[in-house]
Structure formats: structure tokens, C-alpha cells
């Protein structure tokens, strides 16, 4: 009867771990959702709203307008337009949990096709300085040579760009907020977020 009895328990506890395994949700589920959100508003062009995903500690040193920036710096002046046409996420790490909070690094590249509003040739005009042969030029130093691409025919320039953000979830806030990881944020993020994090981020 013991015998009967400790099988039936194994068994019962068996049956209710398998259950609980499977019947548990997507660890990355959360966080999927808001990326696909915030792509898609970077996509759409509607870059001061992406700032609602931004950890707000990160607003405690850096200013929301210039975070703004971040993402239309590729306009260097009126002249220029420039939209994110795609967006790939290359990897993503497995979570690290400091205590009752849980960090996420994430990299991927970002797609521009950018034009010149007002683009004119004048190639009969012997003292004629194409602009968007310059602007290739300019975009081609920041970002690689393989990562930006001319198409004269249809006069527009790409330019993938590589990025890289920290997710963090607190236990103490239901939802997952990011960062974008750059040479403008680093010196600030690196201050409160765990040197475990930052070594990893800083590795690649």
C-alpha cells in the first residue's frame, strides 16, 4: 500500500510539473510584443511616441528632446527626408536577472531610405556639384561603405544601420521598457544599470 501510494505521488507530481511547463507562457512573449510595437512606430515615422517605451530612469540624466534626436539624426538639415523601411532583429541574448529585475540586450539593423526633397541635375553645368553624391559620400564614412547604397536611377540613398538596445523589466512595473545603447546614452546608462550588463553590451 506505502509502495501504491509514493507511485501515485510521483506520478501526481510528475503530471503537474508537465502541466505547468507547457502551460507557461513564452518567457519572451512581453517582450516581442512591445518590440514589434516599437518598430513599427519607428516605421511609421512617429518618433517622439516611441519615447513612451523608454525606461524613464534614463530621462533623470538625458533630456526626452534630445533622445528625440536620436532617431532623425540621419536628416542632417531640412533638405533631406529619410524613412526606416525595415528593421531586423540579429540577437538576442538570454535574460539576466540582478535581484528582483530583469535585463535583456538586443541587436538589429535599422533600414533608411533617404532622399533629397528638392533634388535638381544640372550635368550640362560644368561647376555643378551633385548633392546626393555628396550626401552618399557623407553617409558612407559614418556608416560603411558595405552599408550604404546609392540608386541614382531613382535617386535615393539606403543605409543600414547597426543598433543595439538593453530591455529592462522591474518587478515592480508590468511592463518591459528599452533603451537604445549608443555612443549619446552609454556614458549615462552605464551609471545605473549593472556592470554585468554593460560588459556584455560592450563586448560586441
Known amino acids: 500500500m506505502n509502495i501504491l501510494k509514493k507511485l501515485f505521488l510521483v506520478f501526481f507530481l510528475f503530471v503537474t510539473v508537465s502541466l505547468f511547463s507547457f502551460t507557461q507562457p513564452n518567457k519572451d512573449a512581453a517582450l516581442n510584443q512591445l518590440l514589434d510595437e516599437y518598430f513599427n512606430l519607428l516605421k511609421s515615422g512617429d518618433f517622439e511616441s516611441v519615447t513612451t517605451f523608454i525606461y524613464p530612469k534614463l530621462f533623470d540624466y538625458y533630456p ?36 528582483s529585475t530583469k535585463y535583456d540586450v538586443i541587436y538589429y539593423d535599422c533600414e533608411y531610405k533617404i532622399t533629397l526633397k528638392n533634388y535638381i541635375t544640372e550635368e550640362d ?35 543600414v544601420e547597426s543598433r543595439k538596445m538593453i530591455a529592462i523589466k522591474d518587478a515592480s512595473k508590468p511592463f518591459w521598457k528599452i533603451m537604445e545603447y549608443n555612443k549619446r546614452t552609454k556614458m549615462i546608462i552605464d551609471v545605473f544599470v549593472p556592470a554585468e550588463v554593460c560588459s556584455l553590451i560592450n563586448k560586441v
Not at 534626436?69 to 538570454?94: C, M, P, Q, R, W
Request: charged residues 35%; proline residues 1%; glycine residues 4%.
Open 125 to 159: 553645368d560644368p561647376y555643378f556639384v551633385d548633392k546626393l553624391d555628396v550626401l552618399f559620400e557623407l553617409y558612407k564614412r559614418k556608416y560603411g561603405e558595405a552599408n550604404t547604397f546609392l540608386d541614382k536611377e531613382n535617386k535615393f540613398i539606403k543605409v
Open 64 to 99: 526626452e528632446k534630445l533622445y528625440y534626436h536620436l532617431y532623425t539624426e540621419l536628416a542632417v538639415d531640412t533638405g533631406i527626408s529619410f524613412k526606416v523601411t525595415e528593421i531586423n532583429i540579429k540577437d538576442k541574448n538570454d535574460f539576466i536577472k540582478i535581484g
